[in-house]
C-alpha cells in the first residue's frame, strides 16, 4: 500500500514538472524573439581599431539518399560578442544563395552589440529558392581592440521523430588590425 501511494505520488509530481516546464516555453504561436534591441550606429563618426569580414557557410537543404532527394534546413546564424568589456559593430550581414548571388541584407545599417551580447539572423526552411549551398559575410569592427565575435550558422530540421542538425563556423577572409 505504501508503495502504491508512494508511485502515485512520483507520477503526480512529474506530471506537475511537465505542466510547470510547459508553461515556461513559448508556445508554436508566439515567435521566439530573435534580435535583442540593436543600437544603430553612424558609421561615420567612428574611429575603427579593428575589423574583420567573415565567411559562413550555410545550407538551407542537404542532400539524403541521392541527389534528387533534398531535406530542407532552417539556417540561423549567429553572432557572439565574446568580449566581457568592450562592444563590436555589426556594419552588415549578407546571405547569399547557391550561385553566390546577394539573396539579402539582414541590417539596413550598422548596430552595436554590447559585452557578451549575441544576436542571430534565421532562413527559414521555406526558403529553398536560394539553393542548397548558401552562405553568410559578416562585417564587424569595433574602437577599441576588442576580441573576434564567435560567428556560427546553425541548421535544423526535423521529420516527425527525426531530426537533423550541425553546426557551421565563420572563417576570417579579411582583416584590419590596429
Given at each position: 500500500m505504501i508503495a502504491l501511494l508512494e508511485s502515485r505520488r512520483i507520477v503526480l509530481f512529474l506530471a506537475a514538472l511537465v505542466i510547470a516546464l510547459a508553461a515556461c516555453s513559448p508556445s508554436p504561436s508566439q515567435p521566439a524573439e530573435v534580435l535583442p534591441t540593436l543600437s544603430p550606429v553612424d558609421i561615420a563618426d567612428l574611429d575603427v581599431v579593428i575589423g574583420q569580414t567573415v565567411f559562413v557557410p550555410a545550407y538551407s537543404a542537404i542532400f539524403f539518399?541521392?541527389?534528387?532527394?533534398?531535406?530542407?534546413?532552417?539556417?540561423?546564424?549567429?553572432?557572439?560578442?565574446?568580449?566581457p568589456q568592450n562592444?563590436?559593430?555589426?556594419?552588415?550581414?549578407?546571405?547569399?544563395?547557391?550561385?553566390?548571388?546577394?539573396?539579402?541584407?539582414?541590417?539596413?545599417?550598422?548596430?552595436?552589440?554590447?559585452?557578451?551580447?549575441?544576436?542571430?539572423?534565421?532562413?527559414?526552411?521555406?526558403?529553398?529558392?536560394?539553393?542548397?549551398?548558401?552562405?553568410?559575410?559578416?562585417?564587424?569592427?569595433?574602437?577599441?581592440?576588442?576580441?573576434?565575435?564567435?560567428?556560427?550558422?546553425?541548421m535544423v530540421s526535423n521529420r516527425g521523430t527525426e531530426g537533423v542538425s550541425f553546426v557551421s563556423s565563420g572563417r576570417i577572409v579579411s582583416e584590419q588590425r590596429p
Amino acid at each position: 500500500m505504501i508503495a502504491l501511494l508512494e508511485s502515485r505520488r512520483i507520477v503526480l509530481f512529474l506530471a506537475a514538472l511537465v505542466i510547470a516546464l510547459a508553461a515556461c516555453s513559448p508556445s508554436p504561436s508566439q515567435p521566439a524573439e530573435v534580435l535583442p534591441t540593436l543600437s544603430p550606429v553612424d558609421i561615420a563618426d567612428l574611429d575603427v581599431v579593428i575589423g574583420q569580414t567573415v565567411f559562413v557557410p550555410a545550407y538551407s537543404a542537404i542532400f539524403f539518399g541521392d541527389a534528387d532527394r533534398l531535406l530542407p534546413l532552417t539556417a540561423t546564424l549567429a553572432i557572439h560578442n565574446t568580449d566581457p568589456q568592450n562592444p563590436i559593430i555589426v556594419k552588415s550581414v549578407r546571405y547569399y544563395d547557391t550561385d553566390g548571388n546577394l539573396a539579402r541584407e539582414f541590417i539596413d545599417s550598422p548596430v552595436l552589440l554590447n559585452p557578451l551580447a549575441t544576436t542571430g539572423f534565421v532562413v527559414a526552411t521555406d526558403e529553398l529558392e536560394t539553393g542548397w549551398g548558401t552562405n553568410f559575410l559578416v562585417e564587424w569592427v569595433a574602437e577599441t581592440p576588442a576580441f573576434e565575435p564567435v560567428i556560427e550558422a546553425i541548421m535544423v530540421s526535423n521529420r516527425g521523430t527525426e531530426g537533423v542538425s550541425f553546426v557551421s563556423s565563420g572563417r576570417i577572409v579579411s582583416e584590419q588590425r590596429p
